[in-house]
Nanobody, 115 residues
Framework: QVQLVESVGGLVQAGGSLRLSCATSGSVSSINVMGWYRQTPGKQRELVAAITSDGSTNYVDSVKGRFTISRDNAKNTMYLQMNSLKPEDTAVYYC?????????WGQGTQVTVSS
């Protein structure tokens, strides 16, 4: 069974930076897509960024130029570097692994950006 474990988020001031990581364990197909989602109370979970197993990436418009998603396939770990953080980036961030047999989710980690 695949497990995803996210690093602890945190509290940062607006304009600051934070890096999240997501480590996977278990049997993972070499062909997959990994992504970071975020959710705030009362809103649907939204895709922030995604990266394929061959390194192709896409981002939601609101984070383009500020966030960078990356992965280290040898370590089965994905990262999200968040720069120039804004209060509206405050959310619970979830990592997700998508394969042809289904999706797996991390437990979520809180990121709070103070103004």
């Amino acid at each position: 069974q695949v497990q995803l474990v996210e690093s602890v988020g945190g509290l940062v001031q607006a304009g600051g930076s934070l890096r999240l990581s997501c480590a996977t364990s278990g049997s993972v197909s070499s062909i997959n897509v990994m992504g970071w989602y975020r959710q705030t109370p009362g809103k649907q979970r939204e895709l922030v960024a995604a990266i394929t197993s061959d390194g192709s990436t896409n981002y939601v418009d609101s984070v383009k130029g500020r966030f960078t998603i990356s992965r280290d396939n040898a370590k089965n770990t994905m990262y999200l570097q968040m720069n120039s953080l804004k209060p509206e980036d405050t959310a619970v961030y979830y990592c997700c692994l998508q394969t042809v047999v289904g999706n797996a989710w991390g437990q979520g980690t809180q990121v709070t950006v103070s103004s």
